[in-house]
């Protein structure tokens, strides 16, 4: 009983890890617009919140936010 136990809090853990995932996937496509994989100052400016935490977020100042950089973003 305990390993089932286990077994569901693990699959519950592995499905909102997904689904988050998958929400930041689609925002960042979203701002995306040129869809080639980075958001530049450009596409950031669709986002307001996204605007003003940019250059925090540019970890090697290339004005462009990678995912990676992006995953740091906080709404
Ligand atoms: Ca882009
Ligand atoms: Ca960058």
Redesign the pocket.
């Known amino acids: 009983m305990r390993q089932l136990i286990a077994a569901f809090s693990l699959m519950f853990l592995i499905i909102s890890a997904t689904v988050l995932a998958s929400q930041l996937n689609v925002k960042f496509a979203q701002l995306d617009t040129n869809a080639d994989g980075?958001i530049s100052l450009l596409e950031a400016k669709q986002n307001d919140a996204l605007l003003k935490q940019f250059t925090d977020l540019?970890?090697?100042?290339?004005?462009?936010?990678?995912e990676q950089?992006f995953a740091n973003f906080k709404i």
Do not use: G, H
């Open positions: 980075q540019d970890d090697n100042n290339d004005e462009v936010l990678s950089e």
